[in-house]
């Protein structure tokens, strides 16, 4: 016979908390097999394997978008080598252009720290003034908002 789980015992089997399961499966990426006579969900050893497959995936980098296609991949609804190419391209696109602004942010906050240190002495922080300075301008949040487009 195979092995049942409750909702916490596959939580428990998986490392995750049973918020996640229920999550998994508002989103439809994760069903129980059936219910008990008091109404518990109960899942089977594919629910494992395949809650297992959904929490390797996210750590990899895929969305959960993702995951529903990989899923589909897996499960022989698809074709799935060239697509799970182009899913990999993407998430290095978007990874790529993360680790720019990382880069970016970290020249500034090593240029704010060299000033923060060159001023430490006069009691005033240039930081927090030039940060001042840009609140007040109503160009400051359009600016912003363009770059992050």
């Known amino acids: ?6 909702i916490g015992q596959l939580a428990r089997a998986a490392g995750v908390p049973t918020s996640t399961v229920r999550y998994y499966e508002r989103a439809r990426l994760l069903r ?9 969900r109960v899942y089977g050893a594919p629910a494992l394997e395949r809650l297992r497959f959904i929490r390797a995936a996210q750590a990899n980098g895929f969305t959960l978008d993702d995951v529903v296609a990989l899923l ?3 499960d022989g609804k698809t074709a799935p ?12 696109t978007e990874l790529e252009k993360r ?3 990382l880069h970016h942010v970290r020249k500034v ?3 704010s720290l060299g000033r923060c240190r060159l001023a430490e002495r006069t009691g005033k922080c240039q930081v927090i003034e030039k940060l001042k300075v840009a609140a ?14």
């Open 1 to 6: 016979m195979e092995h049942s789980f409750t």
């Open 32 to 40: 129980p097999d059936g219910r008990t006579g008091g109404n518990y």
């Open 72 to 74: 589909d991949f897996r």
């Open 81 to 92: 080598c060239k697509e799970v190419q182009e899913l990999i391209k993407d998430r290095l």
């Open 99 to 101: 680790v720019e602004e």
């Open 109 to 111: 906050l090593q240029s």
């Open 136 to 149: 007040s301008s109503p160009t400051a949040g359009a600016a912003r908002r363009s770059r992050s487009k």
